[in-house]
Each structure stands twice: as C-alpha cells, then as structure tokens.
C-alpha cells in the first residue's frame, strides 16, 4: 500500500499526471494554479484557440462519488468567477471560446488512474 501522502503533495502530484495528460494531448498549457480572490484555477490551458478551465479532482476510492461529482454548483460558481478573473488579467484571451473541463483521478496519487471529462460544465451550470 502507497504511502499516505499529505494533502498538499498529494495534490502536486496528481495535478502533474493531469498536466501531462493534456499535453500529451496536444493542449498548450497558460496556467498552472492561477489564484485568484475568488478562487483558484488549477490547469488552464489552450485547445486550439479555445482556452480550457481545467478542475483537477482526486478521490482516494471512487467508489464513493468521482471527483465530477464533488464539483457542486458552488465549485462551478468559484471556478466561474476564477476564469473571469483570469479573463480580466489576459485582455487579449477575452473573446476566445471557453470550456470547462474536470480531470477525475483516484487510486496511487504518483501514478493516479485519469479520466478527462470534456466541457464538463457550462456556465449556465452554474
């Protein structure tokens, strides 16, 4: 059984394997944890000339919900607010087509189990 990691380490670590997902697949990354005061973005990235809001979710067994599923309407909201931040601080991203997007991650944090979740989320959603 893999050591128990603390929160913040563990969370670097599967943020990483998502990252390299991603990339692999031909997304360039803009982003990586923008904080912002109304929130935070964990991968943000470029599909093409659409920019992606990645929500980055880890559950240690997903049998009990996988991480899309704790991405409740106050998350999407917080994660709204935070892409608009962004949108703000990179005037020339503004007109640019948006999509949100979870990556669900669960089992060994070094070597996570990934599941893509395209345009998870609308901000109708919201």
Excluded at 9 to 14: D, S
Excluded at 15 to 35: C, F, Q, S, V, Y
Excluded at 61 to 89: E, H, T, Y
Excluded at 94 to 118: M, N, Q, S
Aim: aromatic share 8%.
């Amino acid at each position: 059984m893999p050591p128990i990691l603390d929160r913040r380490t563990r969370g670097a670590r599967v943020e990483a394997a998502a990252r390299t997902l991603l990339l692999r697949a031909g997304l360039r990354e803009l982003a990586l944890n923008a904080h912002f005061r109304l929130g935070e973005l964990d991968l943000v990235m470029r599909d093409g000339d659409a920019l992606v809001f990645v929500e980055v979710r880890y559950r240690r067994d997903p049998r009990f919900g996988g991480g899309a599923a704790s991405v409740d309407a106050r998350k999407r909201r917080r994660i709204a607010a935070a892409a608009q931040a962004f949108l703000l601080a990179h005037p020339a991203w503004t007109d640019a087509p948006c999509r949100f997007d979870v990556i669900e991650a669960d089992g060994d944090p070094a070597a996570p189990r990934l599941h893509w979740l395209k345009d998870a989320f609308r901000l109708d959603d919201c």
